[in-house]
Nanobody, 118 residues
Framework: QVQLVESGGGLVQPGGSLRLSCAAS????????MGWYRQAPGKQRELVAA???????NYADSVKGRFLISRDNVNNAVYLQMNSLKPEDTAVYYC????????????WGQGTQVTVSS
């Protein structure tokens, strides 16, 4: 079965850093666009960052310049390096795998909590 397992969440102070990891299995990982989404209490789930099968990234304006997404096609993993964290970044972060529009399949991880607070 398809599994996406997130790790690396936790409690950090404003201005701190955190690195999230997502390990994928059950898919042809190198063919999927991988992404990180987040959902804060009372808000809609939003795209934070995504990286295509070819390695091209894109970011939400709110995190541009602070977060970096990367992927490792050998280890079937995607990462989100989060720097200069703000309280507004507090949310549950979800890993996503998407096969694209031609023959589309989408998978989600269970999420990992990130809390930015002093």
């Amino acid at each position: 079965q398809v599994q996406l397992v997130e790790s690396g969440g936790g409690l950090v102070q404003p201005g701190g850093s955190l690195r999230l990891s997502c390990a994928a299995s059950g898919i042809r990982f190198s063919l999927f666009t991988m992404g990180w989404y987040r959902q804060a209490p009372g808000k809609q789930r939003e795209l934070v960052a995504a990286i295509t099968s070819g390695g091209s990234p894109n970011y939400a304006d709110s995190v541009k310049g602070r977060f970096l997404i990367s992927r490792d096609n050998v280890n079937n993993a995607v990462y989100l390096q989060m720097n200069s964290l703000k309280p507004e970044d507090t949310a549950v972060y979800y890993c996503n795998a998407d096969s694209g529009p031609l023959k589309r399949f989408t998978y989600w991880g269970q999420g990992t909590q990130v809390t930015v607070s002093s």
